[in-house]
């Protein structure tokens, strides 16, 4: 079945510091999602990419579709504490990766 | 309009009993998917519908999980027997089928199995 990993699973980031998390699929792709918990909450939709190649951004969120359709990376510029929580991208809505768990120290 | 929503929020049961979660989905949101958390993880599909119909049932861990949709809107999770590493947050969502179908989650139901 179609598998989707993500690194790192956590990431430490001092606030005002910049950071990448990393989707990989192991097969190609149609869509994918990004979507955000915060802590005690549940999974949020940020975003969906369609096209190879792709990049949309959201304020200091940059998302991005590999040409090839297979991985897809979410860039945070200027990490502030309310960007705390888990991070998720998912394949076709069914198959979501293991997240990375973002923390902030100020 | 009313999101996602899920009933009971929290569910504490003994080993061996039976359990039930509802999920009540955005209306006109045909397809409908459970997921299951457990504490720190990742999102674990267990089931989708389409309508009423479940064309993926393949995250469903054993034969005591069971779920239903019925008029195409609520459905049950049904978890029979339960043992203690069934204990997870059980997360409903809904999303109009397509190409962009983003999923809209409810806030959970926290199972423990004592």
């Known amino acids: 079945g179609q598998q989707v990993m993500q690194i790192p699973q956590y990431q430490h980031v001092q606030e005002g510091e910049d950071f990448t998390t990393y989707c990989n699929s192991s097969?190609?792709?149609?869509?994918i999602q990004w979507y955000k918990q915060r802590p005690g909450g549940h999974p949020v939709f940020l975003i969906q990419?369609?096209?190879?190649?792709e990049v949309k951004k959201q304020k200091r969120l940059t998302f991005q579709f590999g040409e090839a359709k297979k991985n897809s990376s979410l860039h945070i510029t200027a990490t502030q504490t309310t960007d705390v929580g888990t991070y998720f991208c998912?394949?076709?809505?069914?198959?979501f990766g293991a997240g990375t768990t973002v923390t902030v120290r100020a | 309009g009313a999101g996602v929503s899920q009933s009971p929020s929290n569910k504490v049961t003994e080993k061996g009993k039976d359990v039930e979660l509802r999920c009540d989905p955005i209306?006109?949101?045909?397809?409908l998917y459970w997921y299951r958390q457990s504490l720190g993880q990742g999102l674990e599909f267990l089931i989708y519908?389409?309508?009423?119909?479940?064309?993926?049932k393949s995250g469903l861990p054993s034969d005591r999980f069971s779920a239903e949709r019925t008029g195409g809107s609520v459905s049950t999770l049904t978890i029979q027997r339960t043992q203690q590493e069934d204990s997870a947050v059980y997360l409903c969502?809904?999303?109009?089928?397509?190409?962009?179908?983003?999923?809209?989650f409810g806030p959970g139901t926290r199972l423990t199995v004592l």
């Open positions: 969502a809904s999303s109009i089928p397509g190409q962009y179908n983003e999923q809209f």
């Open positions: 097969t190609t792709l149609s869509n």
């Open positions: 990419l369609v096209k190879s190649g």
């Open positions: 998912a394949g076709r809505g069914l198959s």
């Open positions: 209306s006109g949101h045909t397809a």
């Open positions: 519908f389409q309508g009423n119909s479940a064309p993926d």
